[in-house]
Structures are given as C-alpha cells and as structure tokens.
Antibody
Framework: QVQLVQSGAEVKKPGASVRVSCRTS????????VHWVRQAPGQGLEYLGI????????IYAQKFRGRVTMTRDTSTTTVYMELSSLTSDDTAVYYC????????????WGQGTLVTVSS | EIVLTQSPGTLSLSPGERATLSCRAS???????LAWYQQKHGQAPRLLIY???NRATGIPDRFSGRGSGTDFTLTISRLEPEDFAVYYC????????FGLGTKLEIK
C-alpha cells in the first residue's frame, strides 16, 4: 500500500535549520510529485513547494524561496525538506503529500512532523 | 495568487442533518483543479473530492461537490458522527493555495 512516513519531531533554536524526511513506499517513486505543506498550531494549511523525484526539479512558494530546499534520494525513495533561518513563526506540523502529475491535488499524505522553534 | 475564502468559519449541526460548505475564489478557478480535504484533530488531511465533483477512493456518496468559476460547494447529505471535522478547499492555478477551513462541529 502507498505510504509516506516522515521523520520524528524536532526542536530547534532560532536561526537554525531543520531537515525533515519523507520516506515513500508502495508506488513508483519517480512517477509522482511530492509536495510539502505546513500547519501552524490552530491554523490552516500553507503550501511550501514541490519536487519532481524523476528530474529533481523543484518549485518553491514565493514566501519560502531562499530559505527552503527540497531534495530526493532515489536509492531510498525518500524526499527531504530543509528550512533554514528558523524563527518562532516556523513552528508548525510539516506534511509531505503525493500528487499524480498534472492532477493538482494530493491523494496521500505523510503523518506530519512537528517542528518547534524555541530559544 | 488566488485566495480561497471558506464560509462559514464554523458550522454547528446535528447528526443526520445536511451540511453545505462554501469555497469562494478571488479569481476564476479551473474546475479540474479544485479539491476538498477533511482533517480530524491530530491527523493529516484526507482527500475527499477532486476536480470539483469527483469523490476520492473510499469516500462515501453522502459527500458531494459542485461549482464552477469562483463558487464551489461541498455538501454532506446526512451527517454521521465521524464527519465532524475541519474541511479545506484547495486550488491550483499556477500556484497551490488552500482556504482557511470550515470547522464542522456537533450542535
């Protein structure tokens, strides 16, 4: 079955970076895009960007350009999201989610990773 | 960037009642690229509807979606206890955006 399994919770200090992993299984890794979406406590969903595992091509939401980097490892079918220069506003649950190319919706989601930024 | 406005913010209904949730876009949205998600507390969102009106795999037929242009609606025909959750609409039109959600609570 399709699974996206994310790494565990992180606590970071302001100014630091965090890397969250999303290990995929149960489908063709290079046949689907992977997106990242976050949710601050008690808030709605905010889009961060997309990576095409086949080509390694990425597109980042304008708000996060220069601060977010998405990569993939085809040998382990894992996607990574790194966010730098963290502030308390980055405290959120970060989700990876899968998209079949050109469908523009997310059919499977990871379980979420809580990133807490605190001094 | 297209802004999605969901209303109401909170909807209080009883099991067995009909729920109508609205999602209004700041510009016209291609109906192929409008989706709805359900999120329960502490869980990841779950895809309900894609392409405005297509139910995702395993979604009961009490869930239905319709709309076009800038106005879209999610309807739950007869609420079951497990339907009380937060619902988000999402669109793609060059970039991906979500609405702020409608919380469906038990009256």
């Amino acid at each position: 079955q399709v699974q996206l399994v994310q790494s565990g919770a992180e606590v970071k200090k302001p100014g630091a970076s965090v890397r969250v992993s999303c290990r995929t299984s149960g489908y063709g890794f290079t046949s689907y895009y992977v997106h990242w979406v976050r949710q601050a406590p008690g808030q709605g969903l905010e889009y961060l960007g997309i990576i095409n595992p086949r080509s390694d091509y990425t597109i980042y939401a304008q708000k996060f350009r220069g601060r977010v980097t998405m990569t993939r490892d085809t040998s382990t079918t894992t996607v990574y999201m790194e966010l730098s220069s963290l502030t308390s506003d980055d405290t959120a649950v970060y989700y990876c989610a899968r998209e079949e190319p050109a469908h523009c919706y997310f059919d499977y989601w990871g379980q979420g990773t809580l990133v807490t930024v605190s001094s | 960037e297209i802004v999605l406005t969901q209303s109401p913010g909170t909807l209080s209904l009883s099991p067995g009642e009909r729920a109508t949730l609205s999602c209004r876009a700041s510009q016209s949205v291609n109906s192929n690229y409008l989706a709805w998600y359900q999120q329960k507390h502490g869980q990841a969102p779950r895809l309900l509807i894609y392409g405005t009106s297509n139910r995702a795999t395993g979604i009961p037929d009490r869930f239905s979606g319709r709309g076009s242009g800038t106005d879209f609606t999610l309807t739950i025909s007869r609420l079951e206890p497990e339907d009380f959750a937060v619902y988000y609409c999402q669109q793609y039109s060059g970039s991906y955006t979500f609405g702020l959600g409608t919380k469906l609570e038990i009256k």
